[in-house]
């Protein structure tokens, strides 16, 4: 009699809590947690994804590129805010990963933006993400997609991020939002 009613109560909890966070992954020295994207409106022609990588090794590496085939072009993005405004520059020479160090990508600085997205990322999704590391080499890895607006799973390093002025921090000097 109890059976059945626990196993409800689970499936319910479970369903309350959204998408499980991505498996951390390893490449060489590398490790790549909190991996996650944001939904995006019908019609959105860019998104965002965040992650953070960690180098456990002695030797520094780049994360030089990353796409994926939902999205026309996929680049690396850094954002400041300047007079309120939040303005975004691709990262064309690749990020550094220092020996021992960490880089994080959060939706209050450097991202992962996806242009030209082919249809619309819907929470409880995945974004597939391919990562070009100069020397770990490349590793495909699984972006859960979270609500529109989320600054990062629950207990990862995004959630605890402050919330910028206007629009959830989403303008941009090229009207493009990650």
């Not at 999704?125 to 699984?142: M, R």
Request: aromatic share 4%; net charge negative; glycine share 14%.
């Amino acid at each position: 009699m109890f059976r059945p009613l626990l196993a409800n109560a689970l499936f319910g909890l479970a369903l309350m809590t959204g998408p499980a966070l991505a498996a951390d992954v390893r490449i060489g020295s590398l490790t790549i947690s909190s991996a996650w994207a944001r939904a995006t409106p019908p019609g959105a022609p860019t998104g965002g994804g965040y992650l953070t990588i960690v180098n456990h090794g002695a030797t520094p590496d780049v994360l030089l590129a990353a796409a994926t085939p939902d999205a026309a072009s996929t680049e690396l993005h850094s954002m400041t805010m300047v007079n309120g405004v939040a303005q975004m520059r691709a990262i064309t020479d690749g990020v550094p990963i220092p020996a021992g160090g960490s880089i994080t990508f959060d939706p209050n600085g450097m991202h992962v933006m996806f242009v030209q997205l082919s249809h619309q990322l819907e929470q409880g999704g995945t974004v597939p993400v391919t990562l070009v590391f100069k020397n770990a080499g490349q590793v495909t890895i699984d972006m859960p997609i979270l609500a529109i607006g989320s600054m990062g799973p629950a207990g990862s390093s995004g959630a605890a991020m402050p919330h910028l002025p206007g629009n959830g921090g989403m303008e941009s000097s090229s009207g493009a939002s990650p």
